[in-house]
C-alpha cells in the first residue's frame, strides 16, 4: 500500500524557515520523481519544485532562492527546506509521486499523493 505522509508545516512569521518532510512507503521510492505541490482554496495545485530520479531539481519562479527540495533514497524521504517565508507562501502543502522518470508541473500526471499539511505564514 503506497503512503506518503508528510509532517513540519505550521505557523511562523514572515521572513522564518520550516522544514517538511514526506515519509514514502509502499514504492521504489528511489525510481520515482517527487515534487511538493501547495493549494490555496479556490485556486489550482500549483507544483512548488520537484526532483528526479537522478536529482535534478525545478523550482517555481515564485520560490527559487528560497526553497530547497531534497531526497534521501535511503530514507525513502522527500524535504522542502522553506527560508525567507512571505504570508503568499501560506497554503496546504503536499507530497507526491510520479512513476514516469520525467518530472511534470501539471499535478494530474502524479500518481500518488500525501494528506497535506498547513503552512501558514503571518505578516
Known amino acids: 500500500q503506497v503512503q506518503l505522509v508528510e509532517s513540519g508545516g505550521g505557523s511562523v512569521q514572515a521572513g522564518g524557515s520550516l522544514r517538511l518532510s514526506c515519509a514514502a512507503s509502499g514504492f521504489t521510492f528511489s525510481t520515482y520523481c517527487m515534487a511538493w505541490f501547495r493549494q490555496v482554496p479556490g485556486k489550482e495545485r500549483e507544483r512548488v519544485a520537484s526532483?528526479?530520479?537522478?536529482?535534478?531539481?525545478v523550482y517555481a519562479d515564485s520560490v527559487k532562492g528560497r526553497f530547497t527540495v531534497s531526497r534521501d533514497n535511503t530514507q525513502n524521504s522527500l524535504y522542502l527546506q522553506m527560508s525567507s517565508l512571505k504570508p503568499e507562501d501560506t497554503a496546504m502543502y503536499y507530497c507526491?509521486?510520479?512513476?514516469?522518470?520525467?518530472?511534470?508541473?501539471?499535478?494530474?500526471?502524479?500518481?500518488?499523493w500525501g494528506q497535506g499539511t498547513q503552512v501558514t505564514i503571518a505578516s
Open positions: 507526491a509521486s510520479r512513476s514516469n522518470p520525467i518530472c511534470n508541473t501539471r499535478a494530474q500526471v502524479y500518481d500518488y
Open positions: 526532483i528526479s530520479r537522478f536529482g535534478d531539481t
